[in-house]
């Protein structure tokens, strides 16, 4: 089965730093997306930023930048000069092409920011 | 420009019970896909629609049924509810394929009692 792993169930940062919160995830297709979601906690999940298997280059988005190792099989995101209002839970999501359009989700890791 | 809108946000039931949650899509989206989150869990895929036929169906019983109609919104329905049913139901819309990524609701979080 196709599988997304956080390992990390939870993280302090200081305000201002950088943090960077893991995922891998394992799937033998060629095509395939990778997402990470924001989920505070009024359970909305807020797109991040998104990676294709085929991009060359490391996606950024603003504070957000995701540090992509497809021969690792990981996709780690990258929050730079943290807020308290990162504070929150981050899911990391695949799309496989040959599964058609539905999510996989990790785990989950928990984000408190701290002052 | 609306995102998604679920309704209702809490509802308690009774097992046993039947339950319908709702789901409008953002607007030019036509694709709707349900997730259930259970507490300290990631979302887990339940089914998806489109043309309001079930185009993939995630690991979960015959008691979870859904329904899209014409102006793209859709419903989920669980029967014969059981107290592992609770938790936050997620809907998300995007357009056929995935093209342009997902936006999900805040959810509606069923308790179970």
């Known amino acids: 089965a196709q599988k997304i792993t956080q390992t990390q169930p939870g993280m302090f940062v200081q305000e201002k730093e950088a943090v960077t919160l893991d995922c891998t995830y394992d799937t033998s297709d060629p095509s395939y997306g990778l997402f990470w979601y924001k989920q505070p906690s009024s359970g909305e999940m807020i797109f991040l930023i998104y990676q294709g298997s085929y991009d060359q280059q490391n996606a950024t988005e603003g504070r957000y930048s995701l540090n992509f190792q497809k021969a690792r099989k990981s996709a780690n995101l990258v929050i730079s000069a943290s807020q308290l209002g990162d504070s929150a839970m981050y899911f990391c999501a695949m799309k496989r092409e040959a599964a058609g359009n539905k999510l996989t989700f990790g785990g989950g890791t928990r984000v408190l920011v701290k002052p | 420009d609306a995102g998604v809108t679920q309704s209702p946000t809490h509802l308690i039931k009774t097992r046993g019970q039947q339950v319908t949650l709702r789901c409008s899509p953002k607007?030019?989206?036509?694709?709707v896909s349900w997730y259930q989150q259970a507490l300290g869990q990631g979302p887990q895929f339940i089914f998806q629609?489109?043309?309001?036929?079930?185009?993939q169906r995630g690991n979960f019983p015959d008691r979870f049924s859904g329904h899209q109609f014409p102006n793209y919104s859709s419903e989920l329905n669980v029967n014969a509810l059981l107290l592992g049913d609770s938790a936050l139901y997620l809907c998300?819309?995007?357009?056929?394929?995935?093209?342009?990524?997902?936006?999900f609701g805040s959810g509606t979080r069923l308790t179970v009692v």
């Open positions: 607007s030019g989206h036509d694709t």
């Open positions: 629609y489109y043309e309001e036929e079930e185009r």
């Open positions: 998300a819309s995007s357009l056929v394929g995935g093209r342009d990524g997902y936006t």
